[in-house]
């Protein structure tokens, strides 16, 4: 028959666990709350210590730097404590064995305690019973929630249990704070680098406006410096003989040319790329006026299509068609047509200068000319990569892809 001091301890027993139960409860909620881990570290050790009875609390927090744990929060510690005192790690403590064991450590005999020794701070405060449980998160152990007692034989298997429940709440709340600090630190890299790429772009526009500016006082000294020489040449013709004068004026119109070809480089929107199309007409605008074609009546027509290379190269096409458009001026009769479009058998350009005119004579050999202007054509298309052909008064060149022409 059961005794009636059976039934109290049992209901006694059943009281105490069913507080215990309400508390992790309590915690859970905060947690879920959402509070911040300081908060909810306090809070655990305020409950862990009311639901077994004890009069000290505390939560430890590993340091791996250090070998040693720090009273991240506790209860019923002396002022200045909390935040400062260190405990040392494995067998200098409780909480140091059962960190290193994984497994819950209860201690009602603290004085004659084999496994560990006391540390100081527990001796300082007259400590005879502990119970520490690992705080075990995703990534790895946090640290250990511990209950300490003046009392000896305290603590029982079932706090302990209680006091793993709580541990395991807190641990879904480190690893909350520790995703956030890791999302907080990437987005902390994000923004570094962020703004790195941003100063490191504006130092590149920097430096792409300096190097525009530098390119365009290059340009605008070039076409100066040929002014000067095409005035000096000019003059020099006006002096000379005349076997002498024709060369002179044919060197000065030369420079002209390049003259000309920079001018429209010169004044073009981007440095170091050229919308061909555009270009030609402009060019050939001015050669309407240079070479006297508009005064004389006869027609500069051009049509050209629009697609972007490289400087050099628009400067070495447009001297190809001042070098021929030149000529047909010279030589040739009637309208001058220019045209450079596509090539839809090969995605390359063609190009064709045609006058009215009777052209070469029969049997000219180009490649077998003394002739500067017929040389400098011929040399100008291999660099271009395409071989001149003349067809009467019609001149035309195949040019590669200008897309390969950027390269």
Known sequence: MARAGDFMDSTQELTIRLRQQALIAELGLAALRG??????????????ASGT?????????????????????GIGWREGSVGA???????ESPAGLAFASGEPVISNDLAGERRFRAPPLMAAHALRSAVSVVIRGAAGPFGVLEVDSQEGGAFTAPDATFLEALAHTLALAVDRERRERELARLAALSADHAREAEEARATRDGLLREKELLL???DHRVRNSLTVTRSLLSLQARLSPDGTREAL???????????????????????GTVELGSYLRGLCGDLDRSTGLGDSGRALQ?????????????ITIGLVVTEVVSNAAKHGAGAVRVRCLRDPATGGLRLEV?????????GFDPAESDGLGMRLILA???KLGGEPRWNGPAFRLDIPDPATLLD
């Open 354 to 362: 045609e006058d009215e005119g009777v052209g070469l004579p029969p």
């Open 85 to 91: 005192a260190r405990i040392g790690g494995g067998p």
């Open 216 to 218: 365009r006082e290059v």
């Open 380 to 382: 100008l298309s291999q």
């Open 249 to 271: 004026e044919e060197a000065t119109q030369r420079v002209s040319t390049i003259a000309l070809v920079h001018d429209r480089l010169y004044r073009a929107d981007r440095i």
């Open 35 to 48: 509070g911040t881990l300081q908060a909810l570290l306090e809070m655990a050790a305020r409950l862990a």
């Open 53 to 73: 009875g004890a009069p000290f609390g505390k939560v430890l927090e590993y340091q791996p730097q250090e070998g040693a744990f720090l009273l991240r929060a």
């Open 302 to 314: 051009v049509l050209a299509d629009a697609p972007e290379c490289l400087a050099d190269h628009a």
